[in-house]
């Protein structure tokens, strides 16, 4: 397993380092489009300690209602010489400078703020924001009867009360911060990011577990969630590993996440160069391992069409390829999709569409002469060339799709004609990505270069990575005449990424044409006569 030595940026910020600028407003009302700044109250903490005070009243232009009056105890007359929040800004501006901004209802606060800002011409704040009353919502859960700023000052029994003055306010807020970080320490909370993403987690017992990610690296790589006896739970791919795992432990509702959780013990990284080593290993690693938090979604991605040519011939649906001398087309992720393919292929040529083709003697598909019926030899006949279709030229089955749509077109059954070619759209791009990773295969090796990174796939599968300078002579080899399950998925993640990747990648040798398809055929410009009815 790679290590890497990381920078204080990449574990992020920790609390003990973190300037926090706690804030509070008087207002005339409660809407920052209508309403005014009466008072502005700031007060920088740092490890506990007041690092500088800010506090002036302003002018807020307009009278002051009778009710803010009663509840504040600033009047016009208290206002009479004050400021305007024009003259205010910039000083607060600078006060503030790239603190953490924090306030209890920090939306309230930040609001005016920033409609004050837009007024007058400046940026809207960029600062990063806490909110006490949201923190308290998670850290005392249960233990208060509600989120007031009065209330929490009064159950940690601060030493500042709040009496709806913008300074007063904010000292009470500061000592209601110290509590919450105290309380968030608990849970495992060491840093600003964790502080600020915690507002959307759920902190049950799983949350202390967040410090399993601590020294996870930044960067492309797989990552394994260890259970008891160093049993693997879970693998998964990420371009930052990091970031990718502590996500799991803010705001995901499902209970599936908090099983795997519970049952972690241990977090493992492998760091890798690309993208498409990570992809390969996570697949290694499913299939090898059986991680139990993997296994749904391994189980849906084993599907595919199988056309057989012995005795009468049949297409059906598989969950695996054999070797067997059948043409296997897949992998997809679900039986639907392969279903609507055999469909297609149905729709392209007049094949049975009962289970046991071999029986068949007549049938209302025969009568519409959509199937061949007991006519065994003109039946293997047909498999056969749908056969040689997936593995070679496909133009001649996609004429007979265009043949029917057109003839549902022309009997107004529109709906079907439009279904047909959606799944016809579906069959080209299956065949696009078998004809690639067929190619790949049938090329035995191939050297390509990501930068100064060369990978070395032989038969479909990525066989060595390292610097373009130790890149390994080829070694043909002969191409197999089945691939099994395995092997057919890392050709087809190794063939997609080349496809799909954004990165430049270079080919440096190969030992014998490699030659990929361009695109499919485009079912798209099949035209339907009539617009689709609803």
Not at 188 to 206: N, P
Not at 227 to 247: I, P
Not at 385 to 400: E, H, Q, T
Request: proline share 5%.
């Amino acid at each position: 397993m790679a290590l890497l030595q990381r920078s204080f940026e990449e574990l992020g910020t920790p609390l003990a380092e973190v300037t926090f600028c706690v804030v509070d407003l008087e207002t005339t009302g409660g809407s920052p489009a209508e309403c005014s700044i009466t008072e502005v109250g700031a007060c920088k903490v740092r490890m506990g300690e007041v690092q500088g005070t800010f506090q002036t009243l302003v002018d807020p232009g307009e009278p002051v209602p009778a009710f803010i009056r009663l509840l504040t105890g600033i009047s016009d007359e208290l206002l009479a010489e004050a400021p305007p929040i024009e003259a205010v800004l910039p000083s607060f501006l600078e006060f503030i400078g790239g603190s953490v901004l924090v306030a209890h209802n920090a939306r309230f606060d930040v609001g005016f703020l920033n409609a004050a800002l837009a007024r007058w011409g400046h940026e809207p704040l960029a600062n990063r924001v806490l909110d006490t009353a949201i923190l308290a919502r998670k850290v005392l859960a249960g233990e208060v009867r509600n989120h007031k700023l009065e209330t929490l000052a009064r159950h940690f029994r601060c030493a500042h009360q709040p009496n709806h003055r913008a300074f007063q306010d904010v000292l009470a807020t500061v000592d209601v911060l110290h509590h919450m970080i105290e309380r968030a320490t608990g849970f495992g909370v060491t840093t600003l990011e964790d502080l600020i993403a915690i507002s959307g987690a759920k902190l049950d017992g799983t949350f202390r577990k967040i410090g399993l990610t601590e020294d996870l690296p930044r960067g492309i790589g797989v990552y394994r969630f260890i259970g008891r006896g160093g049993k693997t739970l879970y693998v998964g791919k990420a371009t930052d590993v990091r970031s990718r795992v502590r996500s799991y432990f803010y705001a995901d509702p499902r209970r599936k996440i908090r099983d795997l959780l519970r049952q972690t013990e241990s977090i493992e990284t492998e760091v890798h160069a690309t993208m498409l080593e990570a992809e390969i290993a996570e697949a290694r690693a499913i299939s090898a391992e059986l991680p139990s938090h993997n296994r749904a979604g391994k189980r849906e991605a084993t599907w595919y069409v199988k056309v057989d040519t012995k005795g009468c011939g049949k297409v059906s649906a598989a969950r695996s390829p054999r070797d067997d001398g059948a043409v296997y087309l897949g992998p997809f992720a679900s039986l639907r999709t392969v279903r609507g393919m055999i469909d297609t292929l149905r729709d392209s040529a007049p094949i049975h569409r009962c289970s046991t083709p071999s029986n068949c003697k007549g049938c209302a598909f025969s009568e519409m002469g959509r199937c061949i019926g007991s006519n065994v030899d003109q039946h293997r006949d047909e498999i056969g060339n749908i056969a040689r279709a997936l593995n070679g030229d496909p133009a001649g089955l996609f004429d007979r799709i265009e043949e029917r749509m057109h003839s549902l077109a022309g009997q107004e059954r529109y709906e079907e004609a439009a279904d047909l070619r959606a799944r016809a759209e579906t069959l080209a791009g299956a065949l696009a990505s078998h004809a690639e990773m067929q190619a790949l295969v049938r090329a035995s090796g191939v050297l390509v270069a990501i930068g100064d990174r060369a990978l070395l796939i032989e038969n479909g599968k990525l066989a060595w990575a390292g610097s373009t300078e130790d890149a390994p002579p080829l070694a043909p080899k002969a191409c197999p005449g089945y691939l099994d399950a395995d092997t057919k998925r890392e050709a087809s993640l190794v063939s997609s990424w080349l496809r799909r990747t954004r990165e430049s990648v270079r080919l440096l040798r190969v030992d014998a044409p490699w030659l990929r398809p361009i695109g499919s055929r485009p079912i798209a410009r099949f035209a339907i006569k009539e617009p689709v009815k609803r």
